[in-house]
C-alpha cells in the first residue's frame, strides 16, 4: 500500500531515462538509458515523502536524461555510457585537450628556464585520443559501480511520456515498459546543430562531440562559429565551444582558422571578449571575421572539404580543408518526448524547458530539486563602479611571453560597500581563480571586502585584490610591480 503523505518510510523508488543521442557518425552511444533505483533511505526519515513501492510498480520519480542534472537530481533523491554530454563529449575531454595544448606551450618556455628541450618534439593524437577515450570510459564504469553500490537498475531504452503520471520504455528490440510516477523530471540536454542553410553542412562537416573521438589528428581546420547566434540556431549558451576548440587545436601544433559571422561571445563582456580573441590571434589561431559559409562540398581528388564562404561585402570565397568543425549551438532533444500529452509549453523557438546549460548548474538545480519533493526543502536556483587592471602573470616573465590579454575588471555599485556585480579575469587558471571569487559572491561580496583582502602572493588572483584603479579616473591600470 502507499503511504499517506508525512509518513517516513524505507526507502523511495525512482526510475530514470538517461537520455544517450548517438555520437553521431560514430556511432557510439545508440539508445536512451533507463534507470530503476530502490534507495535505502536512512537520511530522509521524518521528511516528507509522496509513495513508496505498490503493487501495481508506482514510483516517486522519473527523471528521463542522464546527464549532469538528471543524474544529481535522482542521486540526491535516491549516469551516454553514462554522464551527458559533460563526461563523453563535452567538458571533460575538452580540459583534458586543454590541459595537452598547455604542456605544449610549458615545454616551449622550459627552455628559458634552464632545460635543455629539444627544439622538435613530436605530438602524438593518436596517444592523446586513447588516453581521452580510456578516462571517458573509466567515468562511465564508475558510474555503474555507483548504480549498483545504490541498487539502480539500468535499461537501455527510449522514454517518453504516456501521460502527465505514466512513462514509456522501448529497447531497441521495440520491447516496452511502463513506470508509474507521481513526479517526473525532464532533463535531455541537447545535440549539435547543422544548419540547413548550409549546403552540405551534414554530409562533410563534424561536430565537437565528434572531435573528442578522432583517431587521427583533423589536419587544417576550419571551426566555424564564435558567437551566440548564428544563422537561426536556437542555441544562445554555447558561444564560447568554437574558441575553446580553436584555442587547444592551435595550441597542440593544427592549423586552425575560426569564421565568425558577427562578434565572438556575444553574451559576454565585449572589452574581455577582444582580449581573448587578440590573444589567441597572437598565437597563432586565424580568424575570419564577419563572413559566414554557404556551401561545403567535397574535393574528389583529394577528399578534403571545399568551403564557400562570403564576407560582409557580400564578396564569395573559397578554401579547402582536411576537417570543418560546426561549433553553432545545439537542439534540445524534446521533440520525442510526448510533451503534447502534458499540455506542456516548450519555448516556440528553441524548443526549451530549462535555462543555463551548464554543467554546474544543472548539477545545482538537480539537487535543490531532488530536496524539494522529497526532503521538505524550499530553496529554488538562483539563476556602476568598474575597477580594472592589466597584469603580467609570473609565469609569463622569464620566457617573456606576451600578456597584453592578461585583464582582471570588477565591475561594482558606486555608492556604500560597493556591492560587487560581476567579476572578469583573463589571464592563466582563469577557471580556478573565479571559483573562489564564486562563493564570495553568494555571500555578497563587496569592493571593501575585495580590497581590504590580504593577497597569496605570488599568484595572479591576488592581482584581482589589489586593484585600485578606476575607469572613470582614466589613469594607467598596468600593475608595475609586486
Known amino acids: 500500500m502507499a503511504a499517506p503523505i508525512g509518513y517516513s518510510m524505507p526507502f523511495t523508488k525512482a526510475t530514470i531515462f538517461a537520455s544517450r543521442s548517438s555520437l553521431r557518425k ?6 536512451r538509458i533507463v534507470w530503476k533505483k530502490l534507495l535505502e533511505n536512512k537520511n530522509f526519515l521524518n521528511h516528507r515523502y509522496l509513495s513508496t513501492v505498490t503493487d501495481d510498480g508506482r514510483y516517486d520519480l522519473v527523471v528521463i536524461g542522464g546527464g549532469s542534472g538528471g543524474l544529481a537530481c535522482a542521486k540526491e533523491g535516491t549516469k551516454w555510457g553514462l554522464g551527458g554530454t559533460c563526461v563523453n563529449v563535452g567538458c571533460i575531454p575538452k580540459k583534458i585537450f586543454h590541459q595537452a595544448a598547455l604542456l605544449g606551450g610549458s615545454l616551449k618556455d622550459s627552455r628559458s628556464y634552464g632545460w635543455n628541450t629539444p627544439e622538435n618534439i613530436d605530438f602524438k593524437w593518436e596517444r592523446l585520443s586513447e588516453a581521452v577515450q580510456n578516462h571517458v570510459k573509466s567515468l562511465n564504469w564508475g558510474h555503474r559501480v555507483q548504480l549498483q553500490e545504490k541498487k539502480v537498475e539500468y535499461l537501455n531504452s527510449m522514454g517518453s511520456f504516456v501521460d502527465a503520471n505514466t512513462v514509456k520504455a522501448v529497447n531497441d528490440k521495440g520491447q516496452e515498459r511502463i513506470f508509474k510516477t507521481d513526479n517526473v523530471v525532464i532533463a535531455v540536454g541537447g545535440r549539435p546543430i547543422y544548419p540547413s542553410e548550409i549546403s552540405g553542412a551534414s554530409e562533410y562537416a563534424i561536430s ?29 549558451s554555447l558561444s564560447d565551444i568554437a574558441l575553446e576548440c580553436g584555442g587547444f587545436l592551435t595550441g597542440l601544433g593544427i592549423d586552425t582558422t575560426i569564421m565568425v559571422r558577427s562578434i565572438c561571445l556575444r553574451q559576454f563582456d565585449q572589452e574581455v571578449s577582444h582580449l581573448v580573441t587578440n590573444h589567441m590571434e597572437n598565437y597563432g589561431t586565424k580568424f575570419l571575421w564577419k563572413c559566414f559559409p554557404t556551401k561545403l562540398e567535397k574535393d574528389s581528388t583529394n577528399g578534403k572539404t571545399i568551403v564557400h564562404y562570403q564576407d560582409e561585402s557580400g564578396v564569395h570565397h573559397k578554401d579547402t580543408y582536411d576537417t570543418v568543425l560546426l561549433a553553432v549551438g545545439r537542439h534540445p532533444v524534446t521533440q520525442s518526448l510526448g510533451l503534447d500529452k502534458l499540455g506542456m509549453d516548450v519555448d516556440s523557438k528553441t524548443q526549451k524547458i530549462g535555462r543555463l546549460e551548464l554543467t554546474p548548474v544543472a548539477i545545482k538545480a538537480g539537487k535543490l530539486l531532488s530536496h524539494r519533493l522529497f526532503n521538505g526543502s524550499n530553496i529554488q536556483m538562483d539563476y556602476d563602479k568598474v575597477y580594472h587592471a592589466f597584469y603580467k602573470p609570473l609565469e609569463y616573465a622569464v620566457p617573456n611571453r606576451d600578456s597584453s590579454s592578461c585583464f582582471i575588471k570588477a565591475v561594482c555599485m558606486r555608492e556604500s560597500s560597493g556591492k560587487v556585480l560581476g567579476l572578469h579575469f583573463v589571464g592563466p587558471n582563469a577557471g580556478e581563480v573565479i571559483q573562489g571569487f564564486a562563493v564570495a559572491f553568494n555571500c555578497g561580496l563587496t569592493w571593501n571586502h575585495i580590497s581590504q583582502t590580504v593577497g597569496i602572493h605570488p599568484t595572479s588572483a591576488e592581482e584581482i585584490v589589489k586593484m585600485h584603479i578606476t575607469k572613470r579616473s582614466g589613469l594607467d591600470p598596468t600593475v608595475t610591480g609586486c
Open 208 to 236: 565537437s562531440d565528434d572531435l573528442f573521438w578522432m583517431k587521427k589528428p583533423p589536419g587544417k581546420t576550419l571551426v566555424i562559429g564564435g558567437s551566440c547566434i548564428l544563422f537561426n540556431s536556437p542555441d544562445q
Open 26 to 31: 560514430l556511432g557510439y552511444w545508440k539508445s
